[in-house]
T-cell receptor, first 112, second 113 residues
Framework: QKEVEQNSGPLSVPEGAIASLNCTYS??????FFWYRQYSGKSPELIMS????GDKEDGRFTAQLNKASQYVSLLIRDSQPSDSATYLC????????????FGGGTRLMVKP | DGGITQSPKYLFRKEGQNVTLSCEQN?????MYWYRQDPGQGLRLIYY???????QKGDIAEGYSVSREKKESFPLTVTSAQKNPTAFYLC????????????FGSGTRLTVV
């Protein structure tokens, strides 16, 4: 079992729809959770962080965390073609809080 | 502006040659990391350093070496022992507290010719 799992996609949604990206992790000691966006050929950029159970909203983005189920998700409302990218889920390692383990990423395609 | 600078952007390596990738940060971050990304894949940790003059192997350290003589700099050498070095290499840094995630450089794309 991979430590951080994501569906590789592609996830295809129409413009204006809600895109839902999911991530599961295996380390119960993990405390910090991040979503990065990576455009093709570019480096990842941090778009959301979440540390406690529940929802965290920032503009069109909402991160959701459920530690009991070891599940993190990212919702993108009113999806735009510019949101088309690979989204990486990153989870802190319980044994070393400032170390992150990355999932393989989900490729999102937003069609006009 | 604070950030991480990686150079060169593109690098070509001949068989049997060692090459060094540069990573410099002016964020005053304690921790620095090197990741490798293969096409369509996630990030795999090569080496990391939590403090100057100390570094640890990551998950795929074989064929790579690093140094951390200055807080700002964490160069990565890809040695001839690395048999499949063609990949996108990413350097990252963090404050060391883990709360704020990583800041990434723009990456170096290494190709074996």
């Amino acid at each position: 079992q991979k430590e951080v799992e994501q569906n590789s996609g592609p996830l295809s949604v129409p413009e204006g729809a809600i895109a839902s990206l999911n991530c599961t992790y295996s380390d119960r000691g993990s405390q910090s959770f991040f979503w990065y966006r990576q455009y093709s050929g570019k480096s990842p950029e941090l778009i959301m962080s979440i540390y406690s159970n529940g929802d965290k909203e920032d503009g069109r983005f909402t991160a959701q965390l459920n530690k009991a189920s070891q599940y993190v998700s990212l919702l993108i409302r009113d999806s735009q073609p510019s949101d088309s990218a690979t989204y990486l889920c990153a989870v802190s390692r319980g044994s070393a809080g400032n170390m992150l383990t990355f999932g393989g990423g989900t490729r999102l395609m937003v069609k006009p | 502006d604070g950030g991480i600078t990686q150079s060169p952007k593109y690098l070509f390596r001949k068989e049997g040659q060692n090459v060094t990738l540069s990573c410099e940060q002016n964020l005053n971050h304690d921790a620095m990391y090197w990741y490798r990304q293969d096409p369509g894949q996630g990030l795999r940790l090569i080496y990391y350093s939590q403090i100057v003059n100390d570094f640890q192997k990551g998950d795929i350290a074989e064929g790579y070496s690093v140094s951390r003589e200055k807080k700002e700099s964490f160069p990565l050498t890809v040695t001839s022992a690395q048999k499949n070095p063609t990949a996108f290499y990413l350097c990252a840094s963090s404050s060391g507290q883990g709360t704020y995630g990583y800041t990434f450089g723009s990456g170096t794309r290494l190709t074996v010719v």
